[in-house]
């Protein structure tokens, strides 16, 4: 009877789909990663950093170097880029940008967001840095930048070419910078739109925009040799997640896999500001042209806790009794140490909310003569 009770058991586990620790979907792709943007912290990996190929997810550090640029000032959106010959001649996903012909950024942007024109691609990464060699070249520094260690790229659009590679994870970095700027949303939550006065239609290559409650963006992928990609983002409540699912089967799958891990996300957690359980005392200034100093925390108290430990967070004041001049502003004074349950998750330094100079030997008289006055 236990023989049979085992074998009946060892079958209902292979039927049930597999689950990840935490209740977290086993997502049956190449690779996936799921992010909570604000705090850059991991909530689902597998295979995270394997060096797959991206296809046209490649698209998002193109436009993280566009909106930088135009964020920055060094381009506008309003300005017409001229395609050249080269753009012109790009196969794949494309608006069909003939040579010479201009369109704005803001155009070109939308047709790369909406429905990943490769043309565009290399008409803006021309404009940007006047070759697409060296438009990559900034691409690569910037991954560099961003912590991206198994990224190289080898062009703008992700068109097949042997060695350019990067994984979820990486992808994952990329996403969190781009939606850091929020005029992108102008482009990646479209879903039908046009361009050349009306002329060209657009419809976005993301389902998710248009039937996954609170989708922000933000690019799909797929060639024969990578399969199905998608960086996927949606914020609700005030979080925003981003999911990155590469190789898939089919495009059912990405979708369905990303829908699966923004779910799981919305559901497990939220983000919480936590505060001291009481005002922070001023701190004694030795030496100072002012007795007091007032300490304050040093960034953001918001914190990623699973919904089920909200009840359980619990926070730990240690400040210095006194501090002696000179005082910088932002000199630490001591920390805020935050714990969910007997776990710490982060430590909050708290700082000199201003400055305060040293007496000088003159001062100090002064001080003692005040002192000495006021004695009863």
Known sequence: MKQTAAVLLAALLVILPARAAGGAPQVETGAAVLMEKETGEILYESHAHDKLEPASVTKIMTMLLVM??????????????TVSARAAS???????????????????????????????????????AGSEESFVARMNQRARELGMQDTCFLNCTGLPAAGHLTSAYDIALMSRALIGHPQIR??????????????????????????YEGATGLKTGHT???????????????????????????????????????????????????????????????????????PVLSRSTRILVQKDELNCVTTDIQLCDDVE??????????????????????????????????????????????????AP
Request: hydrophobic share 45%; charged share 20%.
């Open 68 to 81: 930088e640029a135009v964020d920055s000032g060094r381009i506008t959106l309003e300005e017409q880029v």
């Open 90 to 128: 790009m196969g794949g996903s494309q608006v069909y940008l003939k040579e010479g012909e201009q369109l704005s950024v803001r155009d070109m942007l939308k047709a790369v967001a909406v429905v990943s024109g490769n043309d565009a691609a290399v008409a803006l990464a021309e404009h940007l």
């Open 186 to 211: 102008d482009y990646t939550t479209i879903w039908m739109d046009s361009i050349r006065d009306g002329q060209f239609q657009l419809a976005n290559t993301n389902k998710l925009i248009r039937f």
């Open 224 to 294: 024969e040799s990578a399969g199905y990609c998608l960086s996927a983002t949606a914020e609700r409540d005030g979080m925003e997640l981003i999911a990155v699912v590469l190789k898939a089967d089919s495009s059912d799958q990405r979708f369905g896999s990303a829908k699966d891990l923004l779910s799981y996300g919305f559901a497990t957690y939220t983000l919480m500001d936590v505060y001291p359980a009481q005002a922070l005392p001023p701190i004694d200034v030795l030496l100072g042209v002012q007795n007091q100093i007032q």
């Open 325 to 374: 001049a000179p005082v910088e502003a932002g000199q630490t004074l001591g920390e805020m140490s935050v714990r969910v349950g007997e776990r710490e998750i982060t430590s909050i330094p708290i700082v000199a909310s201003s400055a305060v100079d040293r007496l000088t030997v003159p001062g100090i008289f002064a001080q003692l003569l005040r002192q000495l006055l006021l």
